[in-house]
């Protein structure tokens, strides 16, 4: 124990105590699946017309649970798992884009709330395979969802199926979900449970690069899953060499990522890395906490995309980034903006899954949010020099 004399605590002591009052603030921010119930992954037998399926293959690192309903639970797993799961959406007009309708109460009312229609566990490879060839589209694109810090696997569920729903995205939707507590006193053990699912990641995304009927690859992140991300292609590329060329696309939203360790990341991801679009917000107060507790180092997610040094690293290395903050959301801590807003989650299936060159800051009707991109030719000229080490 640290003792004080006098009035004033130690700076050890105040530094100590000042951490947990970030922590305690990050507890009642973020902690927002409490009141939500639990057992939606229960298949009710039918939807009403108008609703909209949503069919997805969800691969977990996660220990199943007991409960059926639930699934899998915010344990370890031993293994890769992987469900097909399909998701009503409430019909036109019976719901706001951006937002996840959660049921008020079990079984879930289809014509206002999100419903699970089937889940089926996929036993090998083989089923897998089934699944892919069943629901590639014609643009044969995949997407793969990795979600980020205090999510139950029902959260990442429901929220990638609103992204898929929302964006209008020609893909086969493939959700990526970790060993995450949901509880925001676990950001330790969340992170940690991104390390022990690194290898498991990799092994999906050179599973859809490798399968001939699949065009390209596109991955998207939220949050700490952007480390899991970054780490796993990492770890391809030095275990193959580069990235496989099929993963073309890689958007990173609200990064909670320390910036100097993304340097080196990206240095070793190799000349040939994917296209990499960021989206941040200087107004992420999530992301401000975590730096807090990080050391007091920047997180990707919150940087000023036009302050030096990050302007010129990031428009040498033809980095899209989409600065956020002018936009308002409903998330108190600004965190979720990507998903939240229509025109955010428009652009996603219009033209960044597509791998489309972002050249203007409109998007949508009266709203504008700032854009940087740098040219097609100078993106794979200067591609390495994505924040060369000083």
């Not at 801590?333 to 050249?359: C, D, M, W, Y």
Request: with cysteine; hydrophobic share 40%.
């Amino acid at each position: 124990m640290v003792k004080a004399s006098g009035a004033f605590p130690t700076p050890g002591v105040l530094q100590q105590t000042l951490r947990l009052a970030a922590i305690i603030a990050l507890c009642m921010g973020v902690m927002g699946c409490a009141g939500l119930p639990k057992g939606v992954l229960a298949p009710v037998p039918a939807t009403i017309p108008g609703a909209s399926q949503v069919n997805l293959l969800v691969a977990t690192t996660r220990a199943p649970a007991s409960d059926p309903a639930v699934l899998f639970s915010g344990e370890r797993g031993q293994g890769l798992y992987t469900t097909e799961i399909t998701v009503s959406i409430p019909p036109e007009g019976n719901r706001q884009v951006g937002q996840v309708q959660w049921p008020k109460r079990l079984p879930p009312d289809p014509s206002t709330e999100f419903a699970t229609t089937k889940v089926r566990n996929l036993a090998d490879l083989g089923e897998v395979r089934g699944w892919l060839k069943q629901h590639l589209p014609r643009s044969r694109r995949v997407l793969i969802f990795v979600h980020g810090f205090n999510n139950r696997y029902e959260d990442a569920v429901y929220r990638f199926a609103q992204i898929v729903h929302d964006s209008h995205a020609d893909v086969a939707p493939i959700l990526f979900t970790w060993p995450s507590r949901a509880n925001a006193l676990d950001y330790a053990y969340d992170r940690e449970s991104t390390n022990y699912s690194r290898t498991q990641l990799e092994e999906v995304l050179r599973r859809a690069a490798q399968d001939p009927s699949v065009g390209d690859v596109t991955i998207m992140a939220h949050s700490m899953g952007s480390w899991l991300v970054t780490e796993a292609l990492r770890q391809m590329a030095i275990r193959g060499g580069r990235v496989a060329p099929k993963i073309r696309n890689v958007i990173l939203a609200s990064p909670d990522l320390d910036i100097d360790v993304f340097r080196r990341q990206s240095q070793e991801l190799g000349p040939s890395r994917p296209k990499l679009t960021l989206f941040v917000s200087q107004d992420d107060q999530a992301l401000g906490l975590s730096r807090y507790i990080g050391g007091d180092v920047d997180r990707l997610g919150q940087i000023n995309p036009a302050a030096e040094p990050y302007r010129s690293e990031l428009e040498k290395a033809g980095v899209t980034v989409l600065d956020l903050t002018a936009l308002k959301s409903g998330d108190p801590l600004n965190h979720g903006k990507f998903a939240e807003r229509p025109e955010v989650v428009r652009l996603l299936g219009e033209r960044l899954v597509s791998g489309q060159t972002i050249t203007d800051g409109k998007i949508g009707v009266g709203e504008q949010f700032g854009i940087m991109t740098a040219g097609a030719s100078q993106t794979v000229k200067s591609a390495a020099n994505l924040f060369s080490l000083r």
